[in-house]
């Protein structure tokens, strides 16, 4: 199961406040009621000691359905460039850090499983610089500086390569969270900087194969083949990846997975299995949106092993 969640403040510590108030979160408690045996949940504030990640899978054992298992690392959200990187003369703004964020950790990502996960060999790919990815490159015309580009992430959140060891054998989790490719000008920054994150799966894709365990990418990718901003061929190519099955998870014949309160609705979240396993049903679940909780519903595939 994919999620993008509402457990995201405004201020570090406040996660952890309201989930020691309330620990029936309603978006946890969706994510109980569905009982997935592995999901990733985007927009999750990250602190050091983990104490909010211990709080969530306290609030889901205690809701019924308990995922012991965890994997999560600081993104790159609220981590100070030191540059105006969007050049509006003022620096150590949200939108001057390596990746959007009020402060260090907001809205980081987190992997959750009832079965262990292999966290010592997890390939964390949060670190890998812009201008050293082979993927869809920064803006031209030398918008960002040498030393801005010495030290931007390709990945704006976090991107992640772990095992998980199922009854059925390991099952490798591809997942990210990539930019919204919005709230730009026309250098376009964040539209390519989206671009290269869905490129990098392409190729890391292959790397993958060569090593033959299952896997499923996953996250949210912030890109609608149909509607929306952003360079639509890459998201394209994921979904028509060879290696990649889409199984098209809808909500009453709609595959939006997202709807804000401006009415806009989007498929930006997304689970592609590889095709070495099988995909017994798939959906995505709209329930009522509480003014608290997520703009984005839970996305969940049922695979098998073939």
């Known amino acids: 199961m994919n999620f993008h969640t509402g457990l995201s403040r405004d201020g570090p510590g406040v996660l952890v406040r309201d989930l020691l108030a309330n620990p029936e979160n309603p978006d946890l408690a ?34 019924g359905h308990p995922m012991p298992h965890a994997y999560t690392t600081r993104p790159n959200t609220g981590v100070d460039s030191g540059y105006d990187l969007d050049r509006n003369g003022k620096r150590g703004e949200p939108r001057d850090m390596l990746g959007y964020g009020r402060f260090t950790g907001q809205g980081g990502m ?48 976090s991107a992640w390569d772990v095992t998980v060891h ?26 390519l900087r989206n671009a290269a994150e869905l490129q990098f799966w392409e190729s890391y894709i292959a790397q ?9 990418l996953m ?24 290696s990649l099955q889409d199984p098209r998870p809808t909500h009453a014949g709609e595959p939006e997975t997202a709807l804000w309160a401006n009415g806009l609705s989007l498929r930006v979240d997304y689970v592609l299995p590889s095709h070495g396993l099988g995909v017994r049903a798939a959906a995505v679940e709209w329930a009522p949106q509480s003014p608290e909780g997520s703009r984005h519903y839970p996305i969940w595939v049922d695979v098998v092993w073939q």
């Open 110 to 157: 987190a992997l959750l499983s009832r079965f262990p996960v292999e966290a010592g060999t997890a390939r964390n790919l949060t670190d890998m610089l812009w201008r050293d990815a082979s993927q869809q490159g920064p803006p031209a015309n030398g918008y960002f500086t040498p030393g801005e580009l010495a030290v931007l992430p390709l990945h704006s959140v």
């Open 30 to 63: 969706s994510v109980a009621a569905l009982r997935p045996d592995i999901a990733v949940f985007q927009n999750v504030d990250y602190d050091f000691d983990r104490v909010a990640l211990g709080l969530i899978q306290k609030s889901l054992s205690l809701m």
């Open 219 to 242: 996250g949210t990718l912030n890109n609608d083949p149909m509607a929306g901003e952003g360079h639509k061929q890459a998201i394209e190519n994921l979904l028509n990846h060879p």
């Open 208 to 216: 993958v194969e060569d090593e033959q365990v299952p896997f499923v």
């Open 166 to 191: 199922t009854p059925n054998g390991p099952l490798r989790i591809l997942t990210s969270h990539a930019s919204t490719p919005a709230f730009d000008g026309p250098e376009d920054r964040n539209g």
